[in-house]
């Protein structure tokens, strides 16, 4: 047999390389979807177009993954999908929310498919209602936005607006129309960064893919008569700046009943709590990373839209950074059973200042300068305690942060019960001693 | 130029590998200290040999590294291993430790070579001192238990065995003369891990590179007249656990002056903090990685026996594992900055307990049933806070677990509080009333 001269192996050589390069190529341009390889779009979608299954036409992996947050209902052991009362599983929120919607109806979230179904059937949506509660239920909102402008929108009653709101949350919510960019389609988000000095536009696309879920994981409220949506971030994101912030406005959700304390209720603050110098955030982590997983069909690698807790897909979420998934799961139940117990810790500390605010209130000759330091350390002990209840990871998106507030929340609250004692021993004492 | 023939080639590649590997065989042999690589020692060590200096004849690097402990003197944030007074850096510590001597003497830790010294220097340190407190603090220990019996030697005076404890901690003290093997050369960790079920004889080297500092980095007591030192295991290393054995078997460091409650004082529980679930330990992280990482002089890799703050060395000590150093030292800042704030807000709640507690105890008329639970709540507050306070790693060793203690102490702290005011405030309302 004739042995191959040198210059035919190199020739070799250079032909697999050229080759095995010109098929890697095929198969990444292959796994695009067709908008994003040069080929025109199946479907040309409008801008803000609210209905998700236009946009589906073009990007097929995710939507099909989309549609099966409308399916999803397991229960990880402290959160998941599932259609769970909250003030069933734990008792104390019906206390601490007394005098409130959220003391009569306050559910698990199930998936996004499921956003606009839900905030119809809560019990806590009435007559006065306003269409802000529809800011975050909807892929209806950033047209109906970029038509009315967010202040009409807003100063429209929940069910007025009914009837132009037919999506769930949806693609508009997040992406602009055929570019597919992740942009900030909340005005109050828009405003909320601008006051903070920041501009998304250039943001990078890792920090999009955090910053994009602030559009309604966040902490808000409704501004004024006209219940315009605002995120209190005028002074920062942390729990200390956003109490501040509500101390300086003095803004009040309700007033606590028979207590008298003028209360915030917090909604959901996941971008706040992950952002505020979490483990996961430093090291350059992005919600979509853990929530959004990468996955393949074949050879299209897409971001999974099923968005769920990591919980529920470990391998794909936890896995594509941890060598060991059972090692990041069980961190994470680990972490999540040690905020629970401080979290009960604190409210039975909440529960405790309460009753005793309610007995100093009732006592007619309460002192009521101590009375006044009473419900303030009340307020700032259940805000900075809803922070981290309200919050949906149990504590793993930020377990450091979530211990140190619940810490000072059940400082703040014996304070409270302290100071509450106080106003009234002080009555009952000088009542005696005349 | 004749090209070189493809036999050529091939044999000349087979003699580069065989090259190469002879090459890093030797270079490794090298590496190794002589007595490992089958040669025989310069000098013959005797069992439990306590001069360092002629362990180190054998152990060049080891041992000289281990003498810049002696050098040492750099402060880190929240520690290191210069002497700092704690009781300066936090005069709460004075009234929390007030009626004991860490009230009168409380010195930031310096390096093993400086144990004698320090130990020696103490103001807690007197004529009634026990020879115990010896047992952590010299090399000499390992062959004096084994003379005279761990019981025998703590029936000493600490004075009367001075004379026989001549060398700092040192080489004796966690291995195995000749063999170098890592071993329990504590009679009370024995002891301990008898009680708990584990004969450290089957655990993994990476295992022992934890349990060898558990010889004296742990929380224990002097048990009974004979001063005998235990570890306060047999439920097991959980502050839980450990609460409950001291609450079982009624133990009482001092009684707090004035508020009579009886207290434990906690040591430095590193082991115990550390093994509770943290996330470096559960993903086999030993003491010894970050406390004494690998390095090299020339061809041979060693642990470094300088050992410190991880902090004073993090390229080599978190470099390791981290590819990203400033992350990972940013990141250990930003714990202890949490843990620090969290451990002042206890302290603070302490202190409230003691002055409420104090008043309660003054007054004669005093309810004597919730003066006791006051007691009780304020003695579990504190050495749960102490069990924090007194590792050496303001939490970052167990950041959830540490933060979860201390806000549990808060917790406990304000209820002795205010279960110390319902104690005199019932009295004095009686009286007032009669």
Redesign the interface.
Same mark, same amino acid.
């Given at each position: 047999m004739r042995?191959p001269s040198?210059s035919v192996l190199i020739l070799t050589a250079i032909i697999v390389v050229l080759a095995g390069g010109l098929i890697a190529t095929l198969l990444f341009v292959a796994s695009q979807p067709a908008p994003q390889r040069g080929i025109p779009p199946l479907v040309e979608v409008a801008p803000n177009e609210p209905v998700s299954a236009k946009w589906g036409l073009n990007f097929p992996n995710q939507y099909s993954t989309f549609l099966l947050t409308e399916q999803n209902a397991i229960s990880t052991t402290y959160g998941g999908s599932a259609l769970i009362s909250k003030l069933e599983q734990d008792p104390r929120l019906v206390t601490l929310f007394a005098g409130m919607a959220f003391s009569k109806d306050y559910n698990e979230d199930r998936g996004h498919r499921r956003s606009l179904e839900d905030v119809r059937a809560t019990r806590r949506v009435n007559e006065t209602t306003p269409a802000t509660c529809y800011s975050c239920k909807s892929a209806n909102t950033p047209s109906l936005w970029a038509e009315m402008g967010m202040r009409e929108f807003d100063k429209q009653k929940f069910f007025d607006m009914s009837a132009r709101i037919t999506e769930p949350i949806g693609c508009a919510n997040c992406h602009e129309a055929n570019t597919m960019r992740l942009i900030v389609t909340n005005p109050a988000l828009e405003e909320a960064l601008v006051a903070l000095g920041k501009d998304w536009r250039t943001f990078t696309r890792q920090e999009m893919r955090t910053v994009v879920c602030a559009n309604c994981h966040v902490e808000y409220y409704f501004q004024g008569d006209d219940k315009y949506l605002v995120f209190p971030w005028r002074n920062g994101t942390r729990i200390e700046e956003i109490a501040q912030y509500y101390a300086d406005t003095g803004f009040e959700d309700w007033k606590y009943p028979d207590a008298g304390t003028s209360m915030i209720k917090m909604q959901h603050p996941e971008y706040e709590v992950y952002t505020a110098?979490s483990?996961h955030y430093? @090291?350059g982590v992005a919600c979509a990373d853990c929530h959004m997983p990468y996955t393949r069909d074949g050879a299209a690698k897409f971001s999974s839209h099923n968005i769920q807790s990591p919980l529920l897909m470990a391998e794909a979420a936890c896995g594509a950074c941890h060598t060991?998934v059972s090692?990041a799961v069980?961190?994470a139940k680990?972490?999540q059973d040690?905020?629970h117990?401080?979290m009960l810790?604190?409210e039975d500390?909440l529960i405790a200042a309460i009753e005793a605010l309610k007995a100093a209130a009732s006592d007619a000759n309460a002192d009521q300068s101590k009375l006044a330091e009473a419900r303030t350390l009340h307020r700032e002990a259940q805000l900075r305690w809803d922070f981290i209840s309200a919050e949906n990871s149990m504590g793993f998106h930020n377990?450091?942060?979530a211990?140190?507030i619940?810490?000072?929340a059940?400082?703040l609250a014996?304070?409270a019960?302290?100071k509450a004692?106080a106003a009234s021993?002080t009555a009952?004492?000088a009542s @005696?001693?005349r």
């Open positions: 042995r040198l110098d483990t430093r @090291a060991d090692y069980e961190r680990r972490i040690q905020v117990e401080t810790k604190t500390a377990p450091e942060e211990l140190r619940l810490a000072t059940i400082d014996r304070q019960q302290l004692i021993q009952l004492l @005696a001693l």
